[in-house]
C-alpha cells in the first residue's frame, strides 16, 4: 500500500487547493496542444486525490460518494477534463468500497491494488451500444481457464496511464440467456492495441479517451468479476454501483464546469459595452440578466 500522503481527509482537501488551481494553469495548454495532462496527474497522484474513495484498512482516505462528488466538482471548476479522466478511476474504487463495506470481498484486489497506487480506467463504451454494462457488442467466449474477448471499446479516459481497465462482453453461446462477462485487464496484456481517436474533441483532448480494440484478449478467470444476465435482470450491486459513482462523477464534473462558465460571464459582463444601450455596461440588459 501507499503510505497516505497526508494525516487526514480534511487535510487532503485543504492540500488540494493548490494542487487544483496548479491544473487550472495547465488546462489550456493541455487542449490547444492535444496533450494528455501528465503534470496534473503525477501531481494529484502524488497529494493523494486518487486514493480519495478507497478505505483507509488499504491505505486511502475512505470517503463516501457526497465527499468524492464535492473534489470532483471542485477540480473540475479548474480543469474539467482532468476531473472527467479521473472520475473513471474514482468511480471504480469507490463502488468497489462500498461492496466492501457491505459485506462483498470479491473485488477486495481492486482496493489493495489502487492502496499501491494502480490506476483503473472503464472500457464501457462501445458505438452501436445506448445500455453499455447492462449490454454489449463486444463477444466475450469462454474457453479454457477464462474468457477471451473481440470488440472495439471507446471513450477510454487515462488510456496513457491505466494499469487495469475494466470492461464487459456478451456472451451469446446460449441465444436464449445471453450474459454480460464483466472482467479487468491488466495493462500487459496481449491481442489488444490502443488506436489515438480523440485529436479533435476539442476542449477535451487532455482525457485522451481513445479506443481500444480487443483482439481475442484472454482474461483469466481469477480477472472475471461478474457473470450477470443481459439487461436490468442482471442489475446487481456492482453494475448498479458503476452507474451510481459513474454517472454521479460525470454529473458534477460539468456542474463545475458550467459554474465556472457562469462566474466567467458574471466577471466580464460589467466591461461589456453596447452602443445601442444607453447605459455604462451590458450588465444592465435584461434579457442579458434574466438568462444569466
Avoid at 211 to 216: H, K, P, Q, S
Avoid at 218 to 229: C, G, Q, S, T, Y
Wanted: glycine share 10%; charged share 25%; net charge negative.
Amino acid at each position: 500500500m501507499l503510505e497516505t500522503p497526508t494525516k487526514n481527509k480534511e487535510e487532503l482537501t485543504e492540500n488540494l487547493q493548490e494542487v487544483f488551481k496548479n491544473c487550472e494553469g495547465r488546462a489550456a495548454h493541455y487542449d490547444a496542444n492535444n496533450l494528455f495532462f501528465q503534470e496534473d496527474f503525477d501531481e494529484l497522484k502524488e497529494a493523494g486525490y486518487l486514493l480519495m474513495a478507497v478505505p483507509e484498512e488499504f491505505g486511502g482516505y475512505g470517503m463516501l460518494l457526497d465527499e468524492c462528488e464535492q473534489l470532483t466538482r471542485k477540480l473540475a471548476y479548474h480543469a474539467a477534463p482532468t476531473a472527467l479522466a479521473l472520475n473513471m478511476h474514482i468511480y471504480w474504487t469507490g463502488l468497489v468500497a462500498d461492496l466492501w463495506r457491505g459485506g462483498d470481498t470479491s473485488l477486495q484486489w481492486l482496493l489493495e491494488e489502487a492502496g499501491k497506487g494502480k490506476v483503473f480506467a472503464a472500457g464501457h463504451g462501445e458505438s452501436g451500444n445506448d445500455s453499455p454494462g447492462t449490454y454489449s457488442t463486444c463477444k466475450a467466449e469462454k474457453v479454457d481457464g477464462g474468457y477471451k474477448f473481440t470488440g472495439h471499446k471507446m471513450f477510454g479516459s487515462l488510456t496513457p496511464v491505466w494499469d487495469y481497465l475494466g470492461f464487459h462482453g456478451q456472451d451469446n453461446s446460449d441465444p436464449d440467456n445471453p450474459m454480460v462477462i464483466h472482467a479487468f485487464m491488466p495493462r500487459d496484456t496481449e491481442n489488444y492495441e490502443i488506436k489515438k481517436s480523440w485529436d479533435d474533441v476539442l476542449g477535451m483532448r487532455a482525457t485522451r479517451s481513445d479506443d481500444t480494440v480487443l483482439n481475442g484478449v484472454f482474461i483469466p478467470d481469477e480477472m472475471i468479476v461478474r457473470k450477470l444476465p443481459t439487461g436490468f435482470k442482471g442489475m446487481d450491486g456492482f453494475v448498479l454501483g458503476i452507474f451510481v459513482w459513474a454517472l454521479m462523477g460525470f454529473a458534477n464534473v460539468y456542474y463545475g464546469l458550467a459554474q465556472r462558465v457562469l462566474n466567467m460571464v458574471l466577471e466580464k459582463l460589467p466591461k461589456k459595452k453596447s452602443i445601442s444601450f444607453d447605459r455604462p455596461s451590458m450588465a444592465y440588459n435584461g434579457v442579458i440578466q434574466h438568462d444569466v
